[in-house]
């Protein structure tokens, strides 16, 4: 009787020292999936991981802190996301000075965070001073000597086109977009 009961005490520590390391080895396996997603940027699905995770094993090891780091990229996400929003609306309501600081925010947490880069270059836009420029008459001239005048005003040729004329040289300008 004293043997069986040795036995049956053997039997139930081997049950539950392999129940353990089954435990064990889900648990590496969650931790394992969980360094994967943070390298892909899962961000979220790395917390839910963790909350399986310490569900199970309230002081498991995290030493790469990949649930704080988690945590705090979502937080960021949310906090971009907000500032690209309150961007948007201000740029509707051509409060410019506003929306040039949210987008210069985006750009300096989350740089290339949706359009941002270019809603912030249409934002300056708007708020740079307008100015003009006189376009000279190119009507004659060939296209290098062009292209030097413009670069003087800072300007350049656009798109040009080859058409007959009876009036001008081969490779003199015949006309004009804007005009003179």
């Known amino acids: 009787e004293a043997m069986g009961e040795a036995v049956e005490e053997i039997l139930g520590r081997q049950e539950e020292v392999a ?3 089954q435990r064990d080895r889900r648990l590496a396996e969650l931790y394992a999936e969980a360094q994967r997603l943070h390298g892909e940027h899962s961000w979220q699905a790395v917390v839910d991981l963790f909350e399986q995770i310490l569900a199970e094993e309230p002081g498991y090891p995290d030493p790469e802190d990949l649930l704080a780091s988690s945590k705090d990229a979502l937080e ?3 906090r971009v996301a907000a500032l ?3 961007g948007l609306r201000c740029m509707e309501a051509e ?3 506003e929306a040039r600081e949210c987008f210069e925010e985006v750009q300096r947490v989350q740089p290339g965070y949706l359009d941002s880069e270019e809603l912030l270059s249409r934002v300056r836009s708007a708020l740079s001073p307008a ?3 006189e376009v000279p008459d190119l009507t004659g001239l060939v296209v ?3 292209r030097r005048v413009l670069s003087g005003r800072r300007l350049a040729v656009g798109s040009q086109h080859d058409v007959p004329s009876e009036s001008l040289a081969n490779g003199e300008i015949v006309g004009q977009n804007p005009e003179p």
């Open 131 to 133: 100015f003009t420029v």
């Open 84 to 86: 690209y929003e309150r």
């Open 95 to 97: 409060a410019y000075h």
């Open 76 to 78: 960021r996400g949310r």
């Open 144 to 146: 290098s000597h062009a």
């Open 19 to 21: 129940r353990k390391e």
